[in-house]
């Protein structure tokens, strides 16, 4: 993505800030634990926390979070939604917190806004020796037929892609790039899945979708469009049709230690 793209994606999600709260999914707990199963201290960023979906559950697992979010909205809905933990404003690009003071840096669905030529050097900076960074993912298990379908009519503006390895791949070129001063700093990448799940009605389901970037950017009239046909598709499933349902996820996982 085209960096002039990129900033519109990653800066049109304040305009959907209480949407996003309402209806956007958490992370699965296992997912957060496997993140942080080699941080070397409790002490954890959520970067780009948004309204604080990954922050809840990383305070639930009982780290000691501070959250960090650019968009003032976003940042109101946080803290808010958890009112507990020290948000700030501020990005990736500058972290406003002093050098070593963070055992991992985690990013709910927001590493590949960063431009990783300024925050991976950034991350390195917080972080303490052998400190985590991870990125994490939620997707519709496109294995499932109906979300298949889902994705077919949706397209890829309103579903994104499972492929979480490529994601991370795209995010991170900055962080092995010599240039940067910290290839070295970060060991080889490994990658998990874990299942997940969100109750949903075929409403809450295209709320849910139109908080999503693609939506978000699109002209109006196309938007519409394609909400419209994403609802035509769920009243035409026996699993999406009638009363609640479970939309099948995955919370996917990459994660690299600070060497």
Do not use: C
């Not at 960096?3 to 304040?14: E, W």
């Not at 080699?38 to 959520?46: E, Q, W």
């Not at 979480?164 to 962080?175: E, I, K, M, P, V």
């Amino acid at each position: 993505m085209e960096q002039d793209v990129r900033l519109l994606h990653a800066s049109s999600f304040g305009a959907a800030a209480a949407s996003y709260a309402e209806h956007r999914p958490d992370y699965a707990p296992a997912a957060a634990r496997w993140a942080l199963e080699h941080a070397p201290g409790p002490r954890v960023l959520d970067l780009g926390a948004g309204t604080g979906k990954l922050t809840a559950a990383l305070v639930a697992l009982g780290a000691e979070v501070i959250a960090v979010e650019p968009d003032p909205a976003m940042l109101t809905e946080l803290r808010r939604a958890v009112p507990t933990v020290r948000a700030l404003p501020g990005n990736a690009e500058a972290i406003p917190l002093p050098d070593a003071s963070i055992d991992a840096v985690l990013a709910g669905n927001a590493l590949h806004w960063f431009d990783m030529s300024v925050a991976g050097p950034e991350i390195a900076r917080v972080l303490a020796p052998g400190g985590i960074l991870a990125g994490l993912w939620n997707v519709m298990d496109n294995r499932v037929d109906w979300v298949a379908g889902l994705e077919r009519v949706g397209g890829s503006a309103a579903i994104g892609s499972r492929d979480t390895f490529s994601s991370w791949r795209a995010a991170t070129t900055g962080l092995h790039r010599p240039h940067t001063g910290v290839a070295a700093r970060f060991g080889s990448p490994e990658q998990a899945e874990f299942p997940h799940g969100q109750r949903r009605t075929a409403d809450s389901l295209v709320a849910t979708l139109a908080t999503r970037a693609g939506l978000l950017v699109m002209p109006e009239q196309e938007r519409r469009a394609t909400l419209s046909r994403i609802r035509a598709f769920l009243a035409s499933r026996p699993e999406t049709n009638e009363g609640e349902f479970t939309l099948p996820m995955l919370t996917g996982v990459l994660r690299v230690r600070q060497l």
